[in-house]
């Protein structure tokens, strides 16, 4: 059964401070990782997909690595608007995606 | 783009209720996933929808029942509803060549 476990559950940074976010996975054969920011009470954003490991992407703050087990979202000198839940779910083939339970990141001016 | 939209926002049903949700897909996307997403978790895969057919299932028993009109706009279906289906309920609209979904902002599920 494909897992998706993701690390810390929550995390709170200064402005400015720059971390990592994990997601460690197993999946029968990967098709594609996912990242999605969800804001409260909204569904979730897309925001990258990673395909094969030594892949990466980036966007504004944000970079999206991969390696055969694990990926990580690493956020750059973070302002309180990227404060939102973060996503990351793994699709094995065509069909279904399945996510963990994110880490919500709290970003303190 | 118009992208995905979901009625109504908010529903209260009582216990053993049936509940019907709404799903317009994002223009040019023909496939559509529902997933229920409890607070605090992630969301969990109920079934997908391709060109009218269901061709993905998640562990949800067969009172979760759902269809895909011409249009690609889906509807999901919810019979003898229970306390534990109290959750957001998305519907995510994608397509080959994007394929990441398009998530709508869900429906907020409350069964008392």
């Known amino acids: 059964e494909d897992q998706v476990t993701q690390s810390p559950e929550a995390l709170r940074l200064q402005e400015g401070e720059s971390s990592s976010l994990n997601c460690s996975y197993t999946v029968s054969g990967l098709r594609g990782l996912f990242w999605y920011r969800q804001d409260p009470g909204k569904g979730p954003e897309f925001l990258f997909t990673?395909?094969?490991a030594g892949e990466e992407k980036e966007k504004e703050r944000l970079k999206a690595t991969l390696t055969k087990k694990e990926s990580f979202l690493h956020i750059t000198a973070p302002k309180p608007e990227d404060s939102a839940t973060y996503l990351c779910?793994?699709?094995?083939?065509?069909?279904?995606?399945?996510f963990g339970d994110g880490t919500t990141l709290t970003v303190k001016p | 783009e118009t992208g995905v939209t979901q009625s109504p926002t908010h529903l209260i049903k009582t216990r053993g209720q049936q509940v019907t949700l709404r799903c317009s897909s994002q223009?040019?996307?023909?496939?559509v996933s529902w997933y229920q997403q409890a607070l605090g978790q992630g969301p969990q895969f109920i079934f997908q929808y391709y060109r009218e057919e269901e061709n993905g299932r998640g562990n949800f028993p067969p009172r979760f029942s759902g269809l895909q009109f011409p249009n690609y706009s889906s509807e999901l279906n919810v019979n003898a509803l229970e306390l534990d289906d109290s959750a957001l309920y998305l519907c995510?609209?994608?397509?080959?060549?994007?394929?990441?979904?398009?998530f709508g902002s869900g429906t907020r599920l409350t069964v008392v």
């Open positions: 223009s040019g996307h023909n496939t």
């Open positions: 995510a609209s994608s397509s080959i060549e994007q394929e990441g979904y398009t």
């Open positions: 990673l395909y094969s």
């Open positions: 779910a793994v699709r094995p083939g065509a069909g279904k995606s399945t």
